[in-house]
């Protein structure tokens, strides 16, 4: 317990200030104070802050709030370290600025949060030599126990200056944002980011990993505990800059995202990883709206978009249940990709898993795009998409099924050292209507088509334009394979294959009216 005004308080420290350097050897050191219940307008400058554990720029641990109060000067510890607070719960209006360096739940403002972050920024540097690192926040963790709604603020109009490195769970602004619940009575349960942003490099050794957040998930007690009411979102947010891992699960904005993305977007920065790669999201269990990616994208493995590397939504609902799902409505992505397989301009893979029948399940593609070059070195290579498909518990549960493309289109050239492989989409298993690919030829080995590789339906008021090569069968201007083709076209380009070749399509197992080539 060691802290420049108190190492230890049982009461709220209000209009107080420490200035020098603190420095402890064991946990529970802080700027101001070591250890207390609550923190207002207070500070702490000119000078750092180093300790073992539980150590922050002001207040090592608060049980309570830390309001309006600001510290400045680098922060040195092991675990729970945060430029403002070590381990805490409610922060309003507070800030922090300085450089950080720990190990386990290392952030520029928080090293673990309890609740909601409000109105607050760091700036710096923020280094962590293990897991759950934040730009913001290193980990935000929040225990649910009620039966009433309750929505709990992640981090709102808030804010992260600085590069970030870490192993895993890294985010530009936080490493993990969980919930575990403890009650099976749960009537509406959010988590959000809101209004909030991150500016920086972020990097990463292991899996998730983000340019706003590394991962967002969440637990419960028992599989007895419904889960059906529980959101995290991440709302109007972005970052700027480059983000990168050696791993899996990486994203422009997310790594990882068990919730909705809406009005979010990622700029001035390449995204790199292994798998599950995305330009604003590496992986998500929902919907994706009016957001954007900017920038090159590279994975070394497969699941690889300019916007999203896996789309994937569960569905357990009950036959009484009709839903529709947003894979990407009103986004686009700009900037080339490219990874082994399920590669996509817009998105890798998007997929379904049916637990029950449903009475409608739709999973749609709407008003959305991709620009650039499209390479990959496996199956399913697209311009907006790699591939969509759907499992299930049983084969009676899919007769409602749809995954759609709608009003979408890419511009640039498409290539892969395999199969299935469009100007729109590789493989897509629904209809497509009103899409079309411009500006770039298309390339391939089998089932290689000018918008559509394999289409398992209908193919409407859509086009294509450019050369159409491969070296295999089912080579088609339009579709290599598909089934009913409906006042669509393919125009100025030249068509090549082995067998079953067509300007239009290289095979068709329905009817084709009005369309021309």
């Known amino acids: 317990y060691v802290g420049g005004l108190a190492g230890y308080t049982a009461g709220t420290v209000t209009g107080s200030h420490s200035e020098g350097i603190v420095s402890g050897t064991g946990n529970y050191v802080g700027g101001l104070v070591g250890y207390g219940v609550s923190v207002d307008s207070s500070n702490h400058t000119k000078g750092d802050v180093n300790g073992a554990g539980y150590v922050g720029g002001l207040i090592g641990q608060v049980s309570s709030s830390v309001t309006n109060s600001y510290s400045e000067g680098n922060v ?81 109009n808030s804010f992260a200056i600085g590069n970030v490195k870490g192993k895993g769970y890294v985010g530009g602004l936080i490493g993990l944002d969980s919930i575990y619940s403890s009650s099976n009575g749960i009537k509406n349960l959010v988590k959000r980011i809101s209004n909030s942003h991150s500016v920086g ?27 059906e009411n529980i959101s995290l979102q991440t709302l109007s947010s972005y970052h700027k800059g480059s983000i990168e891992s050696d791993s899996s699960y990486v994203g422009g904005v997310a790594g990882y995202a068990r919730g909705i993305i809406d009005s979010t977007y990622h700029i ?139 009003s979408s289109y890419h511009k640039g050239s498409i290539e892969s050292d395999s199969s299935y492989v469009g100007g729109v989409a590789g493989y ?14 298309v390339n391939g080995s089998g089932y290689v088509g000018g918008l559509i590789g394999l289409a398992s339906s209908s193919v409407k008021n859509s086009y294509s334009e450019g050369d159409v090569t491969g070296t295999g069968d089912y080579v088609g201007g339009l579709v290599g394979r598909g089934a009913a083709i409906d006042v669509s076209y393919h125009d100025s380009g030249i068509v090549s294959g082995k067998s079953y070749v067509g300007g239009l399509a290289g095979y068709t197992a329905g009817t084709v009216t009005g369309s021309h080539s």
């Open 201 to 227: 490099n972020v990097i990463g050794k292991d899996k998730y990993v983000g340019g706003v957040i590394g991962k967002s998930n969440y637990g419960r007690c028992s599989f007895s505990c419904s889960d």
């Open 428 to 441: 897509v298993s629904g209809d497509v209507d009103s899409t079309y690919h411009v500006d770039g030829n």
């Open 76 to 156: 040195t510890g092991t675990i729970y370290v945060g430029g403002l607070i070590g381990n805490g719960a409610l922060i309003t209006a507070s800030s922090a600025k300085g450089d950080i360096n720990g190990q386990n739940y290392v952030g520029g403002l928080a090293g673990q949060t309890t609740s909601s972050v409000n109105n607050s920024s760091s700036e710096g540097d923020v280094t962590g030599q293990g897991n759950y690192v934040g730009g913001l926040i290193g980990l935000s963790y929040y225990h649910y126990s009620g039966k009433f709604n309750e929505t709990v603020m992640t981090a709102q």
């Open 268 to 406: 001035d920065g390449n995204v790199s990883g292994n798998g599950y790669v995305g330009g604003l999201v590496g992986y998500v269990s929902s919907t994706v709206s009016n957001s954007y990616s900017e920038g090159n994208v590279t994975g070394a493995s497969s699941y690889v978009g300019g916007l999203i590397g896996l789309s994937y939504y569960h569905y357990n609902g009950s036959d009484s249940s009709a839903i529709a799902i947003m894979t990407a409505q009103n986004s686009y992505a700009t900037g080339n990709v490219s990874g082994k397989g399920y590669v996509g301009g817009l998105i890798g893979l998007d997929s379904i898993y049916i637990s029950y029948r449903p009475k409608t399940l739709v999973k749609k593609i709407s008003n959305s795009h991709s620009v650039g070059h499209v390479v990959g070195k496996d199956k399913y290579v697209g311009g907006v998409l790699g591939k969509s498909n759907y499992g299930y518990y049983s084969s009676s549960y899919i007769s409602n099924i749809s995954l759609q493309i709608l």
